[in-house]
């Protein structure tokens, strides 16, 4: 198999509500510490790709030089600030691979940071409805929560409830995120508290609870890729990426289905030369937990309408044959949305390098990473293998 690129460092700050953090300082410790782990000096970067979805979260939104703040020896470093929705991140990653293709770069830093946690609960609804079609400009305080509700009455009404499965998926990923440093909520609530709606577990957007639904958060993470074989210390190789788009209004597409997601893994998978189950682990994209659900018969791991046997038969789950979000996911870990997609990348990438501590899946040698924005229409998939 080829190598589109190494990865020889990372960083991820703490995910959750990071009062005394900014965009600006996110961005210069994350970017700190990926360099140090890589041991590649500031000066030898040859780009700078900053994943930031905005979209009125923070008011400047010109955020792509705030990375030569980390070291006066970035300053004149190509630098470029790229969004596309909750999918920032992997498009990030992804900018960063074809500065390596193209021959224009050897090393390339890459971040992905957001700071929503200030904005409030209305502006946060606004600025993620931006990313939806009919919904851009309106106001809600639940944002896309309402749209997942809809994908998950409408897959309610073709394969029948399976709210119970959501909260076995929620379950598992609490479970996870008890074991990453790095997570916003680290603590297991158990089935019957995600399976029962109450106070403490309230309808968001029926028939999603609150336990279905990952956190407003603050964060970043970052990276350092390499030409293949530049660097002798590399740990783990970026073997395939792929990126595919769906129509933006959602009558267009079957909600219950992600085709275009589908049709991103299925080449990321093809020009790895692998299938589903050569894989150790997944890192996916778990917004809310029907976005999980579906997603498990969008990677293959069973027919459309049967993603509970998944859960049920404890398949994803840590120790199972395909454990899926070992990290916690966004559920369990945050989502602060330009983080996201470099979090999925950072985290696999530790899994392969035997460094995720307590949430290491043993002998892990090949990890799949699923991002998307909004409805599954910017998606990305990528395949990361350990190397010997």
């Given at each position: ?223 350092v890729l390499t030409a293949p074989g530049a660097t002798g210390s590399a ?154």
């Amino acid at each position: 198999m080829d190598r589109r690129a190494d990865i020889i460092g990372w960083h991820h700050t703490r995910f959750g509500r990071l009062d005394k953090e900014s965009v600006e300082s996110l961005i210069t410790a994350s970017a700190r510490g990926a360099l140090e782990s890589a041991g590649v000096e500031a000066g030898d970067v040859d780009e700078i790709v900053v994943g930031h979805y905005n979209g009125g979260l923070s008011p400047l939104s010109f955020t792509s030089s705030l990375a030569l703040e980390t070291d006066d020896a970035l300053r004149f470093k190509p630098a470029t600030r790229v969004e596309n929705a909750c999918a920032t991140g992997s498009a990030a990653v992804l900018q960063g691979l074809r500065a390596i293709a193209s021959g224009d770069a050897r090393t390339v830093l890459v971040i992905g940071v957001e700071k929503m946690t200030e904005a409030g609960a209305p502006a946060v609804g606004r600025a993620l409805l931006g990313a939806d079609y009919d919904r851009a400009g309106s106001e809600s305080p639940v944002g896309f929560a309402e749209i997942f509700a809809e994908i998950a009455a409408a897959y309610f009404e073709r394969w029948g409830d399976r709210s119970e499965s959501l909260a076995a998926i929620a379950a598992k990923n609490h479970r996870h995120g008890v074991d990453n440093p790095y997570a916003q909520l680290r603590k297991e609530v158990g089935f019957d508290f995600c399976n029962t709606v109450s106070e403490r577990n309230p309808l968001v957007a029926a028939p999603l609870r609150r336990t279905d639904c990952s956190p407003v958060s603050d964060g970043a993470a970052a990276l350092v890729l390499t030409a293949p074989g530049a660097t002798g210390s590399a740990d783990v190789a970026v073997r395939s990426m792929s990126q595919r788009n769906d129509y933006l209004p959602v009558s267009r597409r079957d909600l219950t289905a992600f085709d275009a997601g589908r049709a991103a893994w299925t080449a990321a998978l093809e020009r790895a030369g692998i299938g589903v189950w050569d894989l150790d682990l997944l890192e996916v994209h778990d917004c809310f937990t029907i976005a999980e659900l579906i997603e498990y018969e969008m990677l293959g791991l069973c027919d459309p309408g049967m993603g509970h046997t998944v859960v049920e038969q404890g398949l994803a789950h840590k120790d199972g044959k395909l454990p899926i979000n070992p990290s916690g996911g966004l559920k369990s870990k945050g989502h602060p949305i330009g983080a996201t997609g470099v979090s999925q990348h950072v985290l696999a990438a530790m899994q392969l390098a035997g460094s995720a501590g307590g949430m290491q899946v043993p002998g892990a040698e090949r990890a799949g990473v699923f991002n998307m924005g909004g409805t599954a229409v910017a998606n990305y998939a990528t395949i990361l293998e350990r190397l010997a």
